[in-house]
């Protein structure tokens, strides 16, 4: 008998990115304190798991929570964005810290941590976005790791963002010095641009073509060239929400070769293809890389099961339908992004649950990896005894329909409207706290912690 406990999670199948089997979990102050057969207590709260899953929460590496954008703010506060998160099965998110010009890394991150603090939901940390790569910011690459912050995110698009390849070589050169990891948007904008202006320039303003403005080989040939640079420099990359079957070739080549290449994917590239854009609701759908066509769709689940796509996060950065309207007649002031914080880890569960990968794999892709690629494991990302209690329990028996009315977060609509999943979180605990129950928020804005990150 334990007494030391304040949860304890009872006849439940435990699933880890490489191991599956039955077994007790007892939790005190935030910690998971035993992994048992039997474990007996009394006075605590006592969960039984019979028949259901029991999973670390996921990691969504990758949100952008009241960016400022297109003339707007993305719909999702902090609070929305984390509370939706927690309701989803997701217990910590990456945000992204953007350095202004002359600014510092470590200013970012504490401004960012001002807005943040009261009303973050989960665990939350950050990556750099760095726009003014000076030589006092490379400097600075080794105070933001000792901050907790050893990611920095370089865009290779968006006038007001990107960088030129000379800056993302002394990025990458700087990363291999301090222990950084670099991570990139990869597209080529000039293509964009001048494809972009062709298609206005005949009158062709439909959110179809906003496919047609960034295709396939517009980011294929950006990845090519940013792994390329890695290579050469035998610096780790990270490529984030990598969308096209033939850019994953080029991971997928890097890497049987030896080199630190990661590949991050999304739910919506895994799901639907650019024929949504067609859709009447077609600009629902915009965000970029926009989504492609069905071989990349495929390639993509592929490359999951080979272990070439390490992550799966969300490129959460949804807006509301009134703002996506503005682009109904010309695709190029449709603001960029979709939602996807609460429908990550059902929807790569419920394909766990239908045989598509094992449910190891989708805890590997949604959450082990993020934690061991970023920093943050063991205390995250699986598990285990000293482990931080992010636990998802999970019923593979469940029915669930994604509506509008059933989701927590602020946006006004979702592109996963009516999609059925096959098994659904029905509790998830964010260090041993209850934060979600059978469809209903139980968390509280401020309960979320920094957590520093440390890779090795």
């Known amino acids: 008998m334990s007494k030391n406990t304040d949860l304890v999670i009872k006849n439940g199948i435990i699933v880890t990115a490489s191991e599956s089997y039955k077994a007790d979990v007892a939790v005190k102050d935030g910690k998971i304190t035993m992994i048992s057969d039997g474990i007996e207590s009394e006075g605590d709260m006592i969960v039984d798991a019979a028949g259901k899953l029991v999973l670390p929460g996921a990691i969504d590496a990758h949100v952008h929570l009241e960016l400022p954008v297109s003339g707007t703010v993305s719909a999702d506060s902090y609070e929305a964005g984390t509370r939706a998160a927690a309701c989803g099965g997701t217990t910590m998110v990456f945000d992204f810290a953007t350095q202004e010009k002359g600014m510092g890394l470590v200013e970012a991150v504490r401004g960012r941590l001002k807005h943040v603090e009261p009303q973050a939901c989960i665990d939350y940390s950050f990556h750099v976005a760095i726009t003014d790569l000076t030589p006092e910011v490379l400097d600075e ?35 291999k010095e301090t222990g950084a990891l670099i991570a990139v948007h990869a597209e080529n904008p000039y293509l964009i641009d001048r494809r972009t202006k062709k298609l206005l320039s005949q009158g062709k303003t439909a959110p179809w073509y906003h496919y047609e403005s960034r295709p396939e080989f517009v980011e294929v040939e950006a990845v090519r060239r940013v792994v ?42 895994l ?8 859709r009447d609701d077609g600009r629902y759908f915009v965000c970029s890389p926009s989504i492609k066509g069905e071989g990349s769709r495929k390639a993509l689940w592929e490359g999951i099961k080979r ?73 995250k990302g699986t598990i285990a005894v000293g482990s931080d209690a992010d636990i998802v329990i999970y019923d593979p028996d469940k029915k669930f329909v994604v509506t509008k009315r059933n989701m927590h977060s602020d946006v006004d609509y979702t592109i996963w409207e009516n999609y059925e999943m096959t098994g659904y979180p029905i509790l998830t605990f964010s260090r041993g706290k209850l934060v979600f129950e059978e469809g209903k928020f139980t968390g509280k804005p401020g309960w979320g912690k920094f957590i520093k990150c440390f890779r090795r």
């Not at 865009?155 to 963002?161: F, R």
């Not at 799901?271 to 067609?278: G, M, S």
Request: charged fraction near 25%; proline fraction near 4%; include cysteine.
């Open 271 to 278: 799901n639907f293809t650019n024929e949504v854009y067609r």
């Open 307 to 379: 272990g070439d796509i390490s992550t799966i996060a969300t490129d959460h950065c949804p807006f509301q339908s009134y703002e996506k309207d503005w682009g109904i007649n010309d695709f190029t002031r449709i603001p960029n992004g979709c939602m996807g914080v609460e429908n990550m880890y059902p929807y790569m569960l419920s394909e766990a649950n239908k045989g598509r990968i094992s449910f190891n794999k989708a805890v590997e892709v949604c959450s082990f990896n993020a934690a061991k690629i970023f920093g943050c494991a063991p205390q």
């Open 228 to 269: 390329y640079l890695a290579e050469t420099l035998a610096a780790p990359l990270y490529i984030v929400h990598l969308a096209s079957g033939e850019g994953l070739d080029a991971v997928t080549r890097a890497r049987d070769e030896g080199f630190e290449i990661y590949a991050e994917t999304c739910p919506q590239y």
């Open 141 to 175: 690459f080794k105070d933001s790791i000792e901050f907790g912050v050893p990611s920095f995110k370089l865009y290779m698009v968006y006038k007001d963002m990107m960088v030129d390849d000379g800056v993302i070589a002394d990025a990458l050169e700087r990363s």
